[in-house]
């Protein structure tokens, strides 16, 4: 019994609500009008957590992360160029394995911009440098708007454009709030700070909400029913194998790159994540929509694992 209670107390309370969410999502057949009301809420989620981090964050601290080229560069370097290469070679190694249509959607992950609201809630949950993660996650999403396109039409062959609805989603959504965070900061900002637990709340909050409205609209549109258990494992042992290798070679080059222990945390977390919110809608815009669907199944399953491997490394890192 008490061997029992030291492996309950060893689980990360995180892990635990978020896996929870995977779960709910999977079994709970939600109708259409449930599943818009989860995104509207998460959308509210996502637009409070950016209003905090804004009053949170001092503005000096938003203008040294921008200032600093090492954590930018490395982490756009980290989605743009190490991510695709990886991708070219393991879409490559597995076609024979999962497939011709599952091999591109792993292809197609590692062209997509990192996450921003799961990114930036991880690196505040490490206590990284989560003004340099909102400027780095952001300017991920904006480049990515352009540039994800381009290197698809490049190495896969497709064809169309997100136009701006995607980038209008970014800058309403998250930069919005944080921009009118900050003029707020000088007011609310000392009894913010006071209050940190607030803003742990709504860190993992937000995580958990988005988790469970992802795998929901998945399991209502019928994604999982083009997934074997054999392609699953394939899938999930491929996405495990690439997490692990940016991980890697993202906190050892920041080491390299000389950045502090929190610039590191904001270059592991940004330059590790792909982006579900932006790789979904971009999956429907650039392939038919048979083939998106497929394209699409790799995207959530490394979104899932990212979470789950994130949330378990961000609660390593805090208590440092």
Request: glycine letters at 10%; hydrophobic letters at 60%; charged letters at 10%.
């Amino acid at each position: 019994m008490k061997r029992l209670r030291g492996l309950w107390s060893a689980i990360d309370p995180f892990v635990l609500l978020i896996l929870t969410a995977l779960v709910l999502g999977l079994v709970l057949p939600l109708p259409g009008p449930v599943l818009e009301g989860v995104t509207t809420v998460g959308d509210v989620a996502i637009f409070v957590l950016f209003l905090v981090y804004g009053m949170r964050l001092r503005t000096t601290e938003v203008l040294g992360g921008l200032r600093n080229w090492r954590l930018q560069g490395g982490i756009l370097a980290a989605t743009y160029l190490l991510f695709p290469a990886l991708g070219v070679l393991i879409g490559w190694a597995t076609e024979p394995l999962v497939g011709a249509a599952f091999a591109a959607g792993l292809l197609y992950l590692s062209l997509l911009p990192s996450t921003v609201q799961s990114s930036v809630a991880f690196v505040s949950v490490a206590r990284g440098n989560v003004a340099g993660a909102i400027c780095a996650a952001t300017v991920s999403n904006v480049v990515g708007m352009v540039l994800t396109p381009l290197l698809v039409l490049w190495l896969m062959g497709a064809s169309g454009a997100t136009g701006w609805g995607g980038l209008q989603s970014v800058l309403l959504q998250l930069l919005l709030p944080f921009v009118i965070g900050q003029l707020l900061q000088p007011f609310v900002g000392e009894w913010v700070r006071a209050h940190a637990h607030l803003t742990k709340v709504l860190d993992r909050g937000t995580v958990v909400l988005l988790v469970f409205g992802a795998v929901a609209h998945a399991t209502a549109d019928g994604v999982w029913g083009q997934v074997t258990p054999l392609t699953l494992v394939a899938l999930l042992a491929v996405s495990a194998l690439l997490l692990t290798a940016v991980l890697a070679a993202t906190w050892w080059g920041g080491k390299g790159l000389g950045l502090d222990v929190e610039d590191r945390i904001s270059l592991l977390m940004c330059g590790s994540k792909k982006s579900l919110a932006t790789g979904l809608p971009m999956a429907l815009v650039l392939f038919p929509a048979a083939t998106a669907a497929t394209i699409a199944v790799p995207v959530i399953i490394f979104h899932q694992l990212q979470l789950v491997v994130c949330a378990a490394l961000a609660r390593r890192l805090a208590a440092r």
